[in-house]
């Protein structure tokens, strides 16, 4: 079964500093990968997402990750946080065998210092 | 817009009543969706549908029933609400699979329930 692990509930980083919030997957079959934004009180927004093309996937408000097939890893990245970045982050995998439900990961808070 | 409505956005339930959290999708997918969101678990999918008249078991089904007579509408219903469903719902919906370039999941704004 699918299932992703998000290493860290909460990191902080200082306004400018770089971005790292880590995932890793777990999957029978070769992955599909997402990563959410969620700001307090809010729905859930896709920043990109992972569907077997390029490794490197850049997505919305300067956020990437990188695919890493041999380390199971999908880690997100930003080269400067901004203050407007401080919200809940989710790494989600697609479950493809059937339903092609998605598994979350618990999410991660990121706190952005002044 | 096209997308995901959910309805009602608040909710207060008494425990022992029951109701429904409607969603609509208008994007004509055929997988939906409802997941339950606590802090620090993340999501947890209740029930999921792919195609009308075709349901089934998340991870977190016990109190929950859904049905899926038309494509766009997938009903969430608690019988016997219970102080642990205090939550907040999710209803989604998936374009028609991983091959295609269009390939997403597009999520309703939520229902926050609070059981008492």
């Known amino acids: 079964a699918q299932s992703v692990t998000q290493l860290g509930s909460h990191v902080s980083v200082s306004e400018g500093a770089l971005v790292l919030l880590r995932c890793n997957y777990s999957?029978?079959?070769?992955?599909?990968l997402f990563w959410y934004v969620q700001y307090p009180n809010q729905g859930l927004q896709l920043l990109l997402k992972?569907?077997?093309?390029?490794?490197l996937v850049k997505g919305i408000n300067g956020f990437e990750a990188e695919f890493k097939k041999s380390e199971t890893s999908f880690h997100l990245t930003k080269p400067s946080a901004h203050m407007s970045d401080a919200a809940e982050y989710f790494c989600?995998?697609?479950?493809?065998?059937?339903?092609?439900?998605?598994?979350f990961g618990a999410g991660t808070i990121l706190r952005v210092k002044s | 817009n096209a997308g995901v409505t959910q309805t009602p956005k608040f909710r207060i339930l008494k425990i022992g009543q029951s109701m429904t959290l409607q969603c609509t999708q208008d994007?004509?997918?055929?997988?939906m969706y409802w997941y339950r969101q606590d802090p620090g678990m993340g999501l947890k999918l209740i029930y999921y549908?792919?195609?009308?008249?075709?349901?089934d078991k998340g991870e977190v089904p016990n109190g929950y029933n859904v049905s899926r007579s038309t494509t766009e509408d997938f009903p969430l219903r608690l019988e016997l609400a219970a102080p642990s469903q205090t939550s907040v719902y999710f209803c989604?919906?998936?374009?028609?699979?991983?091959?295609?370039?269009?390939?997403?999941?597009?999520f309703g704004s939520g229902t926050r329930l609070t059981v008492v």
């Open positions: 992972y569907t077997s093309a390029a490794t």
């Open positions: 994007m004509n997918h055929n997988y």
């Open positions: 989604a919906s998936s374009y028609p699979g991983p091959a295609s370039s269009n390939y997403g999941y597009t």
């Open positions: 549908s792919v195609g009308a008249g075709i349901t």
């Open positions: 999957s029978s079959v070769p992955p599909y």
């Open positions: 989600a995998v697609s479950d493809r065998v059937y339903g092609n439900k998605l598994v």
